[in-house]
């Protein structure tokens, strides 16, 4: 099925003329269709919106016109994504019925390049999750296996991409929701530099922390989206001018003379033996491929899970603050609400989830006065010093390769009730965040119950090229990125 061969196939499908975009569409609406009901991993699919992106693909062709870097190609965007005309939740009450009437600028340059959007992803209420159990929807399932996560936040991106319902997804990354979602099904996960891609028209969490990448079924994929999704924003004063390099032509150059960095202290403990012989043996691959594995010291890297919780928590009660039951969303009965305070507290306490609160409250008090300088302060420092071990390190290294997860996919409920157990699985990915480096997650191999394992390349400031050329050398050397679970 064309939609198995991934997104470079199914463009040059549509631009030779040898499928309309308008039936690539249709096996992507019929897959989605039938595989949400047991994954969970939409939670909207607009058909008539996508029909009518893929009957405009297909007029543009049948005029001479070009086709786009993704004419034709089927793409799922995460919930939290604002598009225009099409309800967006971020998996909470408090947006249940809100429409905006925007795009997101990541969604209109999908649009601009041709791609057909068939819906929205689950994923954990406001990105705040790791295993997309804290959507007000229901929790997304791993295609590989239904009783365990997908991951989060961005699970339902993932687990789409992973059941080929479509070549290529949105999600948004804070602390490691795109990369160990991506793990957990087995696809490849780009987290950019911060700055890359433009974060309009994304419902804020962490806005130092945001950001939004792709997932993709294989590197090549990855790096088409990546493409088509970076460059400067004048809606985002936060996006780089970087300039932003062909990415597709390198790919293939290999990897002969990059130097891997390894912080082996770092991943020594609390590895799961499967992730272990798996991230092992990719070691083993790339210095066969050519790269140099170097021992490298990352000191701090044991405090960023405190760090990234003091940060992102301070930096959600702020975002968060917008959601009153006055501007837009849900509101409580007035009838109900004697005073516009109790409306406040109405509103919020019926609109937001647990973890959300929890989240909020946390924040609110490491902002607090009494309690700024001994927590807040305190991480942004600790913060600083991560970032200059990671520069110590890519003073020797290219790359750093570390498990994207300690553990393979875990079962849905089994870190329910012991949050701190659910944050530690993002023990690997949140440095990424708190330094504003890129890293790309890659399968690399399975578990003994046939779950998908991954492995995290981290690459310095705007070197994503690296990052790509690295993973497209794994591809080529390991088929982990061509199985498909079993619902696909």
């Not at 990352?298 to 959601?323: D, K, M, Q």
């Not at 071990?389 to 498990?403: K, L």
Request: aromatic residues 6%.
């Amino acid at each position: 099925m064309l939609l198995d061969a991934g997104a470079v196939a199914i463009r040059n499908a549509v631009a030779a003329g040898e499928v309309t975009a308008t039936a690539v569409c249709e096996m992507a609406l019929e897959r989605a269709a039938r595989l949400n009901p047991g994954l969970n991993a939409f939670n909207h699919i607009d058909a008539d919106h996508a029909l009518r992106q893929a009957a405009a693909v297909d007029d543009r062709r049948r005029r001479g016109e070009p086709a786009g870097p993704l004419a034709g190609v089927p793409v799922a965007v995460k919930d939290n994504l604002c598009v225009r005309g099409m309800r967006t939740t971020a998996s909470s009450r408090i947006l249940e019925r809100f429409v905006p009437p925007y795009d997101a600028t990541a969604v209109a340059r999908l649009d601009a390049a041709g791609a057909v959007l068939i819906g929205k992803t689950n994923c954990d209420e406001f990105a705040m999750g790791s295993s997309n159990e804290n959507s007000a929807f229901g929790a997304a399932r791993n295609p590989w296996n239904p009783a365990h996560t997908p991951g989060g936040s961005s699970g339902g991106s993932a687990a789409v991409v992973a059941a080929r319902c479509v070549p290529v997804s949105l999600g948004s990354d804070t602390g490691g929701s795109i990369r160990q979602p991506a793990a957990f099904c087995g696809v490849v996960g780009l987290k950019p530099t911060y700055g890359r891609v433009s974060r309009y028209g994304l419902l804020a969490f962490a806005s130092s922390l945001d950001q939004v990448g792709p997932f993709a079924s294989n590197v090549t994929d990855a790096a088409l989206a990546l493409s088509v999704l970076a460059g400067p924003d004048p809606m985002d004063a936060t996006c780089a001018h970087e300039p932003v390099p062909d990415l597709l032509p390198t790919l293939g150059d290999g990897i002969v003379g990059l130097r891997v960095g390894v912080p082996r202290a770092f991943v020594s403990e609390g590895v799961d033996p499967d992730v272990r012989a798996a991230f092992d043996a990719t070691l083993d691959i790339l210095r066969d491929a050519g790269a140099t594995l170097v021992d490298v010291e990352l000191p701090h890297a044991r405090y960023a899970i405190p760090v990234y919780y003091l940060v992102a928590t301070a930096e959600a009660s702020s975002n968060l603050a917008r959601y009153d039951g006055v501007r837009f969303g849900h509101r409580a009965d007035p009838s109900a609400a004697g005073t516009l305070r109790e409306m406040y507290f109405r509103t919020r306490d019926e609109g937001f989830g647990a973890e959300v609160k929890r989240r909020i409250m946390l924040g609110t008090y490491v902002l607090s006065a009494g309690y700024y300088d001994a927590f807040y302060l305190k991480a942004q420092q600790v913060r600083t010093l991560l970032r200059r071990d990671y520069e110590e390190a890519f003073a020797r290294v290219d790359v750093v390769a570390m498990p994207t997860t300690p553990t393979p996919p875990f079962l849905l409920g089994e870190k329910a009730d012991d949050p701190l157990q659910m944050y530690l699985a993002d023990i690997f990915t949140v440095s990424a965040n708190l330094v504003g480096l890129p890293a790309i997650s890659l399968p690399c191999g399975f578990s003994r119950e046939q779950l998908p394992i991954g492995v995290q390349l981290t690459g310095r400031r705007f070197d994503e090229a690296t990052l790509l050329r690295a993973g497209r050398t794994l591809e080529t050397r390991t088929s982990w990125h061509a199985a498909t679970p079993p619902v696909a």
